[in-house]
Structure formats: structure tokens, C-alpha cells
């Protein structure tokens, strides 16, 4: 193991988040849990959750056997419902291939449905302490920041993909890096990054304009789903209503509108639609 790894390591066992629910208990079924929640989604918001999803569905089994309605409501408070949907099909697959015991090796991994090669990486590395790198945002940046390429000391997998990840998360981000309490600083290209350079690195990414959450479909699909897991298990609404009860968030969207967004979260396998009654699937 080189220098460099090992004071990452030693900043990891000193400063690394290892209080997170899906590290003091990284079996392969919560890693995977947490794998699905942590997608565009804050830890914060993760933490609050999880616990509460894995003691409802403590294990493959269980969440293979649940009712999709019951998932989704379990996922309230994560948004894009339709990873439920999808962490439900992996647990059925999994069930039904390997009778609940997630293989480690890449290729049986990628051929499970929703599971690419970053969640495949992850999977390995936090579940299995395999010596793949969990590429994400944050390890990408600080690889291009390093100007090195990353590689997984041996026999470290999950100490040090962890430890890579929380060093994006709290030490070497996006907007205010904080470079002299780095552990890597000494072989980083970049180091130190003053304002200076961060104004410049930000003048130099195209601007997007901006749309108020409010205004996204996303939004409204949301809505949508929230007001149906508010329904009794099994109830279903119709579209009209549907609309009425939302009517205060949708802004300029009419009914017509609503139902094509239903139309969409019927094909994602999140709501079922007949006789314009709809409901959670």
C-alpha cells in the first residue's frame, strides 16, 4: 500500500463517517438498499429513512414478497419513486436466481435489472470489500483534481471507496474545497484551490437556466403519488379528483395534463389506471 492510500485510510479512521446506518451493518441486502436511496439523494435524507425501510423489509425475501404500493408508501420522503419500483425488481430477480444471496461477481450483478456498472462497483467494493472504485461525482472530481488515476489498495474495498466518498463529501467538494485539511493534498495537481481558481473553474462551466422546482414535472409527479399513498391501501381516485385535490399545486396544468403524468407513472410501474380510476400498483 503507498503513502498516499494509507494516510487516506488513517484520515478515514479518524474522520470517516462510520456511523451511517448501511456501514456498521453493510450487508449486501442494505447496501443495496442504500445503493437505490442514495441516488441524487442527500444522505441526511437517507439516514432518516432507511432504518425504517429495512425493519419493514428487513431482506430480499421480503421486499420480493411485499406489494408495490406498500414499497412505494415505505419510500416516502426520497422522491423518484420509480427507484422503489426498480429495488423491488432487483429483490424478485434475486429471489429467483440465487434464493435471496446477491452474487458478487460484476457480470451476475449486471444482469439484474436496474443495476449498472457504478452500482455493480458499489455493491462490491461496500458489501463484499472487493477492490473495485464506486466511481461516482465525487471520486470523479477528486481524480481529476489529483490528476492521477484512482486505484483500490488490496484488500481494502470498502475502507477505501468510504473513505473517497467522504472526502468528496466534506473535504474536497464542488464549490469551497478545503485543501490544507486534505490528506491527499501532497500528491494533488490542484492543491490548494484558492477563490481564485474556483471563479475561474465556475466561469468556465456553460450556465443552465435555472426552472423553479415548483415548475417541473418531477414536482407534480410527486404530487401525484403522494396524494395516492394518502389513500387507503387499495383506493383508488379518479383522474377528475385526482386533479381537484391537486389543483392548488399544479399551476396551469389541466386535467388532460394529469392523466398524461399518470399515463407515465403507470408505464414506470408506480400507479395503475383503469376506467380513469387510479391508484398505487
Not at 462490491?124 to 488515476?149: S, Y
Request: charged fraction near 25%; proline fraction near 6%; include cysteine.
Amino acid at each position: 500500500m503507498n503513502e498516499a492510500a494509507e494516510g487516506l485510510l488513517a484520515w478515514f479512521a479518524e474522520r470517516g463517517r462510520h456511523d451511517l446506518p448501511w456501514r456498521r451493518d453493510p450487508s449486501p441486502y442494505r447496501v443495496l438498499v442504500s445503493e437505490f436511496m442514495l441516488q441524487q439523494t442527500q444522505v441526511e435524507r437517507v439516514i432518516a429513512i432507511f432504518e425504517t425501510f429495512v425493519e419493514r423489509f428487513p431482506n430480499f425475501g421480503a421486499l420480493a414478497a411485499a406489494t408495490t404500493s406498500d414499497v412505494v408508501r415505505a419510500w416516502r420522503g426520497l422522491g423518484y419513486n420509480t427507484r422503489a419500483v426498480r429495488l423491488q425488481r432487483v429483490a424478485v430477480a434475486v429471489v429467483e436466481r440465487y434464493g435471496e444471496d446477491l452474487p458478487p461477481e460484476r457480470e451476475a450483478l449486471l444482469a439484474l435489472p436496474g443495476i449498472g456498472p457504478y452500482t455493480a462497483s458499489a455493491i462490491r467494493a461496500f458489501a463484499f470489500n472487493l477492490d473495485d472504485v464506486a466511481l461516482d461525482t465525487n471520486l470523479r472530481r477528486i481524480e481529476e483534481r489529483l490528476g492521477l488515476r484512482l486505484e483500490v489498495p488490496a484488500g481494502a474495498g470498502f475502507a477505501w471507496n468510504s473513505a473517497m466518498m467522504d472526502l468528496g463529501a466534506t473535504v474536497c467538494t464542488a464549490r469551497a474545497p478545503k485543501c490544507l485539511l486534505c490528506p491527499l493534498r501532497h500528491r494533488c495537481a490542484a492543491a490548494p484551490i484558492d477563490a481564485a481558481q474556483l471563479a475561474k473553474m465556475q466561469r468556465a462551466r456553460p450556465r443552465v437556466a435555472r426552472v423553479r422546482f415548483e415548475e417541473t414535472t418531477r414536482y407534480v409527479r410527486g404530487r401525484i403519488v403522494d396524494c395516492l399513498r394518502d389513500l387507503p391501501p387499495g383506493r383508488a381516485i379518479s383522474l377528475l379528483d385526482l386533479h381537484a385535490a391537486l389543483a392548488p399545486q399544479l399551476g396551469a396544468r389541466g386535467p388532460d395534463q394529469v392523466a398524461d403524468l399518470v399515463s407515465a407513472l403507470e408505464r414506470d410501474g408506480v400507479v395503475h389506471c383503469a376506467d380513469e380510476q387510479v391508484r398505487l400498483a
